[in-house]
C-alpha cells in the first residue's frame, strides 16, 4: 500500500444477510484498502476470513488501527467479537459517507442484496429515511436470481439492457409474479435484452413506488450499493428521476467507509482509545450455542458466541434485558 506503519488507520466493517465489506482509511479519510465477500450464512467466519485477507495484504507491516466501526444487520454480534468501539445503523453510516464524497448531495438511492434504502439529505444532515426489507423484488437479489434464470452474469445485464430496442413491461412488484411475467413475454418472443431492460425498469418503479411515495426527491442523486454497478437500473433511474444520478467510486463499500469514518469522530470526540482486540482475532475459535430461558412465560432463547475458555463474547434474544451484554 506504501503507507507508514505508524500512519493512523481507521476500520469500518459492514456486514449484512448477503456480504460483508471492510474499508481501511487514513487521517483524511483516503480509501486505503477495501474488500468485500459474500458471508455464506456465517457473519463469524466472514469477519475472520476477512481478518485473514488483511493480514496478507499488509503482511509483515500489519497497522495499528486507531478506531474501529461496524454497520449492516449483524453490526453488534461483530463489535462484541472485535471489540469495535461502535456499531452504527447503516442509514447513518451510508449517509456520513455520501455526505463526506459529496457534501451537497440531496438524494442517496441504495440497494443492496437483501434491502433497499433511500436517505435524503439537506447539507450533511439527515432529513429523512426509507428502508424496505420485506419485498425481495427492490433488491439485488431479486436480479440475480432473474440473470440465473437467463443464464447471462448479472455483471452484463447492463450492456443487455443497452441494446433493447422495445420497451416490455414486466410486472416486478412480486418475485413470483415477475418471474412468470417473464416466462410469458419469453413465450410471446421478446429478446432477452428486452426482457432484461424490462426487469431493470420493473425493480427502479418498485422502488420509487415503495420507498419513494409522498416525498421530495432532489438533486443532486447519489446512487450506491451492490446494485449501482448495474448501468441498466442506472439508466431506469435517470429516466425516471429525469435527471443525473451519479454513482460513486466506492459504492460498494460506503457502509464500511461510513462506519470508518464515525469510529474515528468517536474515539476523537470521547479522547479514547480503541478497544479492538486486533487482527488475532482470526485465530480465535468462537462457539454459537442457545438456550431457553425459564424465568418467565415467554421463555426467550438466548443465544450466545463464547471462546474455548468460557469467555463469553456476545449474547442476546431476550426480551426483558436480563441475558444482554
Known amino acids: 500500500m506504501g503507507k507508514k506503519r505508524d500512519e493512523n488507520l481507521y476500520m469500518g466493517i459492514d456486514i449484512g444477510s448477503v456480504s460483508i465489506k471492510f474499508a481501511i482509511v487514513n487521517e483524511e479519510m483516503e480509501l486505503l484498502y477495501s474488500t468485500w465477500e459474500r ?6 467466519q466472514s469477519v475472520q476470513k476477512g481478518f485473514v485477507s488483511l493480514q496478507k495484504n499488509f503482511r509483515e507491516d500489519i497497522p495499528a488501527i486507531k478506531a474501529v466501526g461496524t454497520t449492516g444487520s449483524a453490526r453488534y454480534l461483530v463489535k462484541s ?18 455526505s463526506h464524497y459529496m457534501p451537497e448531495v440531496r438524494t442517496i438511492l441504495e440497494i443492496g442484496g437483501q434491502d433497499s434504502k433511500l436517505i435524503l439529505m439537506r447539507e450533511g444532515i439527515i432529513t429523512d429515511f426509507t428502508m424496505n426489507s420485506i419485498c425481495a423484488a427492490g433488491t439485488g437479489s431479486f436480479l440475480d436470481h432473474q440473470a440465473h434464470r437467463l443464464g447471462i452474469p448479472i455483471e452484463e445485464f447492463g450492456e443487455y439492457a443497452s441494446r433493447s430496442t422495445v420497451d416490455v413491461a414486466i410486472a416486478g412488484r412480486c418475485t413470483v409474479f415477475a418471474e412468470s411475467d417473464m416466462v410469458h413475454k419469453q413465450q410471446i418472443g ?17 422502488y420509487l413506488n415503495n420507498l419513494c411515495k409522498g ?4 438533486p443532486p442523486f447519489l446512487f450506491q450499493g451492490g446494485v449501482a454497478a448495474n448501468s441498466g437500473i442506472k ?7 429525469g435527471h443525473s444520478v451519479i454513482v460513486p467510486e466506492y459504492f460498494l463499500t460506503m457502509g464500511a467507509i461510513g462506519a ?13 482509545s480503541t ?26 432463547e438466548i443465544t450466545l ?21
Not at 260 to 271: F, V
Open 215 to 218: 416525498k421530495k426527491l432532489e
Open 305 to 325: 458466541v463464547e471462546k474455548e475458555d468460557g469467555e463469553i463474547v456476545a449474547r442476546w434474544g431476550d426480551r426483558c434485558g436480563k441475558w444482554g451484554m
Open 275 to 300: 478497544s479492538f482486540y486486533g487482527f488475532s482475532v482470526s485465530e480465535t475459535n468462537f462457539i454459537t450455542r442457545s438456550f431457553h430461558c425459564t424465568d418467565c412465560p415467554n421463555q426467550c
Open 39 to 44: 458471508t455464506q450464512g456465517s457473519p463469524i
Open 190 to 206: 421478446y429478446t432477452k435484452q428486452d426482457i432484461i431492460k424490462g426487469l431493470c425498469d420493473a425493480l427502479v418503479r418498485n
Open 81 to 98: 467479537l472485535i471489540g469495535a468501539d461502535i456499531a452504527k445503523t447503516e442509514i447513518l453510516s451510508h449517509a456520513i459517507a455520501a
Open 235 to 241: 439508466r431506469s433511474f435517470e429516466t425516471m428521476l
Open 260 to 272: 470508518a469514518i464515525l469510529a474515528k469522530h468517536h474515539i476523537e470526540s470521547e479522547k479514547i
